[in-house]
């Protein structure tokens, strides 16, 4: 059974609150953290906004909020590599140390992979889906970024494709964690969502509710648990973080609930040296 984790337990440390995944954390392989929005300092744009992520404003915010939660959680922040995600479904794997400076080129992906122990990754989110992976025979790991154009392409299980094609992962031993995002509950979409999503062939069904004329509900964290354990992932090695980021607007950024940029929470991991 996944295990689900609530609004409750969230883990509250000096200024910053974040969400752990259980599991990833029993595995002794991994810092990691799902942040909030509290203790963040959106609105003021930080002059000393760290690594190539700092393209706007939000990000900026995100990333400075996040150098408070990695003196928590503990890594450098200065290891930290995000994408310029792109609601695309290419998969990025560093596989060399960073550069000296610690710094790396963004690159233009919804996935990001990587075996080096000197890298945290990232990724950004308001309303969509964040998802940790981890392999602990290979030590391997993995962020990924699904809003529905990458749930349509298969995102998430082509990042968990190219850790068994790249780094021998087998499906089954992966350790997942599915962060906050938009629920079914406020997750309205029309047609021009439904569409590609009908004509898709996939069994759209059973991540959608019809709600009135031309209006559906998507639950895109399920659609999302459903490529993965259709591409070997097993239920009982996944926490899922169960929490819709619009009901829970005050702890979290939502699209949805308040607009595009306002600010994005961060998501990220990095292998224990
Ligand atoms: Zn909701």
Same mark, same amino acid.
């Given at each position: 059974m996944i295990q689900i984790v609530g609004r409750d337990d969230v883990v509250i440390s000096g200024d910053v609150a974040y969400f752990e995944a259980p599991r990833l954390k029993a595995l002794g392989l991994v810092?990691?953290?799902?942040?909030?929005?509290?203790?963040?300092?959106?609105?003021?744009?930080?002059?000393?906004?760290i690594l190539g992520?700092?393209?706007?404003?939000?990000?900026?915010?995100?990333?400075?909020?996040?150098?408070?939660?990695?003196?928590?959680?503990?890594f450098e922040p200065k290891r930290l590599v995000t994408m310029d995600q792109i609601h695309e479904d290419r998969v990025w794997i560093v596989d060399k140390p960073l550069p000296s400076s610690g710094r790396s080129a963004n690159c233009r992906s919804?996935?990001?992979?990587?075996?080096?122990?000197?890298?945290a990754i990232g990724v950004l989110t308001a309303d969509c889906v964040p998802i940790l992976l981890?392999?602990?025979? #290979?030590?391997v790991i993995g962020a990924v970024h699904a809003g529905w154009r990458g749930t349509l392409l298969g995102i998430a299980r082509k990042?968990? #494709?190219?850790?068994?094609?790249?780094?021998?992962t087998r499906p089954e031993d992966l350790v997942v964690a599915i962060g906050p995002s938009i629920g079914e509950c406020c997750y309205e979409v029309d047609e021009a969502v439904m569409g590609p999503l009908r004509?898709?062939?996939?069994?759209?069904?059973?991540?959608?509710?019809?709600?009135?004329?031309?209006?559906w509900h998507l639950d895109l964290a399920q659609a999302n648990i459903q490529q993965m354990r259709d591409a070997g992932m097993r239920d009982e090695r996944c926490s899922w973080i169960r929490i819709c980021t619009a009901c829970n607007n005050d702890i979290l950024f939502s699209?949805?609930?308040?607009?595009?940029?306002v600010g994005e929470q961060i998501s990220f991991m990095q292998l224990r040296g």
């Open positions: 810092n990691h953290a799902f942040c909030t929005r509290r203790g963040s300092v959106h609105g003021k744009p930080h002059p000393s906004a992520g700092g393209r706007d404003q939000k990000r900026s915010c995100a990333l400075l909020h996040m150098e408070s939660v990695a003196n928590t959680v503990g919804d996935a990001l992979l990587t075996d080096q122990r000197d890298i981890a392999d602990p025979n #290979h030590a990042a968990l #494709h190219e850790m068994v094609r790249c780094f021998g004509s898709s062939g996939w069994n759209w069904q059973s991540f959608s509710r019809y709600k009135r004329k031309g209006k699209y949805r609930a308040e607009g595009t940029g």
